[in-house]
């Protein structure tokens, strides 16, 4: 048990950064991609004993904290209301920061194309990877990805080029 | 100019800090790796003593064993935790347990029945209108699965076939009924559930269980309730998480304060040494624990803890506590509900208002009012949605809380 754990915490340690950037992208929250990691975290612990030897732990550590934050993504929705005004709501600061434009272009997009986005162009996973994390077919990654582009290209302009690049 | 790829690597460049609990991690994986039927709170025990104790490195902790058999090293808890490491507490039996019928203003279950049970992997539970309960088990990876249980033979469940099409459903009962009678609940013959599609949109999609043929089916979406303080989601508190056995025959009830800081639920924040109601009951009689999670509405960061106690006697005792969170723990774009009032005396009824600035959004806003009720040493849990009207007309101020005391009606 308690090499296994030491293993699993070694994992954890070298990964943890990266894990926590990820579940960021996915969700736009600091604290709630804390949250995502931890709950991700908890089920690759449990299937720790079946995986440990495996080769492809990195790709089972990303696609659980994909899918715990596209469920989370549900939950979330489950609660919310929308409202004509928020009342009560402090303004944001002035001078936000410029990292957030990105961000805030991915909350526009559906939590699958959001996960696209993210593993194609963060984690730089080639589609059929990205269409096996996401348990879809490889066309839908592409549809989906050149979908969610579109929206960025929308809310950021000419800002990146890159999307400009890839829709031509 | 800049790139997508660049875009992205920037917008996690300069991260806050860390605040993964390796801790909980590995306390609730082995948790969840035994399988056993243990209370959540022993774990949670054991993380907390160790967290409590302070200076312990994880290393150290994850030597640890929490009742597999394993020989570990000893470190030793405080003494007040060791009331909560009964390792395999008693388990109780589901009962049957009448609910009282409320004010019209609040919610009820009228002739609805309250189970209770020991299982720990029941997360929720919803009456039908015979009687029945329906209940939920989270499983890693398939999300969250329904069973009926007859409170006559409390120890089986009935598990659904696998539903089609959708990742996770949800129970409709309340989300479009209100008011008094029935409809809160689900049917003697069907019941009835809705999932998001595609997932984070406001479209809902129905299923329908036809009960008798043990059939799923798409479904028209139930109408849904005009005006008003509208829906009722009621469920019994999860045994896990909010009501503990605690010692000397007294049931502890732990209050939640922010629906979003689950991962601390039950954890004591690092740089708080004790949560424990040592000032409402006698010094040493038990130890619970309680997360917390800060207002950004409050620039001071204070925040507050309550405890419930409820003896056997039926004398209720109530601890407020307050404090000053450091900056790691403040809740940046979420405004957990702040203030919590309590008040169980005579089976009365608290109800609690809040809302929620959601900042991922920006446009979107919660509101909730949550009605307990205790009676017997059971504790009902009711949570009603209000509608946008609702929280635009008289609705509580961002990040408050009001506390309406409700009396029940003579029975």
């Given at each position: 048990?308690?090499?296994?754990?030491?293993?699993?915490?070694?994992?954890?340690?070298?990964?943890?950064?990266?894990?926590?950037?990820?579940?960021?992208?996915?969700?736009?929250?600091?604290?709630?991609?804390?949250?995502?990691?931890?709950?991700?975290?908890?089920?690759?612990?449990?299937?720790?004993?079946?995986?440990?030897?495996?080769?492809?732990?990195?790709?089972?550590?990303?696609?659980?904290?994909?899918?715990?934050?596209?469920?989370?993504?549900?939950?979330?929705?489950?609660?919310?209301?929308?409202?004509?005004?928020?009342?009560?709501?402090?303004?944001?600061?002035?001078?936000?920061?410029?990292?957030?434009?990105?961000?805030?272009?991915?909350?526009?997009?559906?939590?699958?194309?959001?996960?696209?986005?993210?593993?194609?162009?963060?984690?730089?996973?080639?589609?059929?990877?990205?269409?096996?994390?996401?348990?879809?077919?490889?066309?839908?990654?592409?549809?989906?990805?050149?979908?969610?582009?579109?929206?960025?290209?929308?809310?950021?302009?000419?800002?990146?080029?890159?999307?400009?690049?890839?829709?031509? | 100019?800049?790139?997508?790829?660049?875009?992205?690597?920037?917008?996690?460049?300069?991260?806050?800090?860390?605040?993964?609990?390796?801790?909980?991690?590995?306390?609730?994986?082995?948790?969840?790796?035994?399988?056993?039927?243990?209370?959540?709170?022993?774990?949670?025990?054991?993380?907390?003593?160790?967290?409590?104790?302070?200076?312990?490195?994880?290393?150290?902790?994850?030597?640890?064993?929490?009742?597999?058999?394993?020989?570990?090293?000893?470190?030793?808890?405080?003494?007040?935790?060791?009331?909560?490491?009964?390792?395999?507490?008693?388990?109780?039996?589901?009962?049957?347990?009448?609910?009282?019928?409320?004010?019209?203003?609040?919610?009820?279950?009228?002739?609805?029945?309250?189970?209770?049970?020991?299982?720990?992997?029941?997360?929720?539970?919803?009456?039908?209108?015979?009687?029945?309960?329906?209940?939920?088990?989270?499983?890693?990876?398939?999300?969250?699965?329904?069973?009926?249980?007859?409170?006559?033979?409390?120890?089986?469940?009935?598990?659904?076939?696998?539903?089609?099409?959708?990742?996770?459903?949800?129970?409709?009962?309340?989300?479009?009924?209100?008011?008094?009678?029935?409809?809160?609940?689900?049917?003697?013959?069907?019941?009835?559930?809705?999932?998001?599609?595609?997932?984070?949109?406001?479209?809902?999609?129905?299923?329908?269980?036809?009960?008798?043929?043990?059939?799923?089916?798409?479904a028209p979406r139930p109408p849904r309730t005009e005006g008003g303080a509208g829906s009722i989601e009621a469920r019994i508190l999860d045994h896990r998480r909010f009501v503990i056995d605690g010692p000397a025959g007294r049931t502890v009830v732990r209050l939640d304060r922010a629906p979003f800081?689950?991962?601390?639920?039950?954890?004591?924040?690092?740089?708080?040494?004790?949560?424990?109601?040592?000032?409402?009951?006698?010094?040493?009689?038990?130890?619970?624990?309680?997360?917390?999670?800060?207002?950004?509405?409050?620039?001071?960061?204070?925040?507050?803890?309550?405890?419930?106690?409820?003896?056997?006697?039926?004398?209720?005792?109530?601890?407020?506590?307050?404090?000053?969170?450091?900056?790691?723990?403040?809740?940046?774009?979420?405004?957990?509900?702040?203030?919590?009032?309590?008040?169980?005396?005579?089976?009365?009824?608290?109800?609690?208002?809040?809302?929620?600035?959601?900042?991922?959004?920006?446009?979107?806003?919660?509101?909730?009012?949550?009605?307990?009720?205790?009676?017997?040493?059971?504790?009902?849990?009711?949570?009603?949605?209000?509608?946008?009207?609702?929280?635009?007309?008289?609705?509580?101020?961002?990040?408050?809380?009001?506390?309406?005391?409700?009396?029940?009606?003579?029975?």
């Amino acid at each position: 048990m308690a090499g296994d754990d030491g293993a699993f915490l070694d994992f954890v340690e070298s990964r943890r950064t990266h894990l926590r950037a990820t579940a960021y992208l996915m969700c736009g929250d600091w604290h709630q991609a804390d949250d995502i990691v931890q709950e991700a975290l908890i089920r690759l612990y449990v299937a720790w004993p079946r995986i440990a030897e495996s080769a492809s732990l990195n790709a089972y550590a990303r696609r659980t904290i994909v899918n715990t934050a596209l469920n989370q993504a549900r939950k979330v929705s489950r609660r919310e209301v929308p409202v004509a005004e928020v009342r009560d709501t402090a303004a944001p600061a002035d001078g936000v920061d410029a990292r957030l434009d990105i961000v805030s272009a991915l909350d526009r997009l559906g939590s699958r194309q959001r996960a696209c986005v993210v593993l194609r162009y963060f984690e730089d996973l080639p589609i059929d990877e990205v269409a096996h994390v996401l348990g879809c077919r490889p066309g839908t990654v592409k549809s989906q990805t050149a979908r969610a582009l579109v929206t960025l290209r929308t809310v950021l302009g000419a800002e990146l080029s890159e999307i400009e690049g890839a829709l031509s | 100019m800049t790139d997508l790829r660049h875009a992205l690597r920037e917008a996690v460049a300069a991260p806050p800090e860390d605040g993964i609990d390796l801790i909980a991690v590995v306390a609730q994986g082995r948790q969840a790796r035994r399988g056993r039927r243990r209370w959540v709170v022993t774990a949670i025990a054991s993380a907390t003593a160790t967290v409590v104790v302070g200076g312990v490195a994880v290393a150290a902790v994850v030597t640890r064993d929490a009742g597999d058999g394993t020989p570990e090293p000893a470190p030793t808890p405080p003494e007040r935790i060791e009331d909560l490491q009964d390792p395999v507490r008693p388990p109780r039996d589901f009962v049957k347990h009448p609910v009282r019928d409320f004010e019209p203003d609040a919610p009820l279950l009228r002739g609805g029945v309250v189970v209770g049970g020991p299982d720990d992997d029941l997360t929720s539970a919803y009456l039908t209108e015979d009687l029945q309960v329906l209940v939920s088990r989270w499983e890693v990876g398939s999300g969250d699965r329904y069973g009926l249980v007859d409170p006559a033979a409390p120890t089986e469940v009935d598990w659904l076939p696998d539903y089609p099409g959708a990742a996770e459903i949800y129970p409709f009962c309340g989300f479009w009924a209100r008011g008094r009678g029935s409809e809160c609940v689900q049917g003697a013959r069907s019941l009835s559930f809705y999932y998001f599609s595609p997932p984070r949109s406001d479209r809902i999609e129905t299923l329908r269980y036809d009960r008798v043929n043990r059939e799923w089916s798409r479904a028209p979406r139930p109408p849904r309730t005009e005006g008003g303080a509208g829906s009722i989601e009621a469920r019994i508190l999860d045994h896990r998480r909010f009501v503990i056995d605690g010692p000397a025959g007294r049931t502890v009830v732990r209050l939640d304060r922010a629906p979003f800081c689950d991962r601390r639920r039950g954890l004591v924040p690092r740089h708080l040494t004790d949560t424990g109601v040592g000032n409402v009951t006698a010094e040493g009689d038990f130890v619970t624990v309680e997360y917390y999670c800060a207002s950004l509405t409050d620039p001071g960061g204070e925040g507050e803890n309550a405890f419930a106690v409820l003896n056997a006697g039926g004398e209720i005792l109530v601890d407020l506590q307050r404090y000053r969170g450091g900056a790691k723990m403040v809740a940046d774009r979420y405004v957990g509900f702040r203030g919590m009032l309590v008040d169980l005396a005579g089976g009365r009824v608290f109800r609690l208002l809040r809302q929620e600035p959601h900042g991922v959004g920006q446009g979107w806003l919660s509101a909730y009012a949550g009605v307990m009720s205790v009676q017997d040493g059971l504790v009902t849990w009711s949570e009603v949605y209000l509608s946008p009207e609702d929280a635009a007309n008289g609705g509580p101020r961002s990040g408050d809380a009001v506390i309406h005391l409700v009396p029940l009606p003579n029975s």
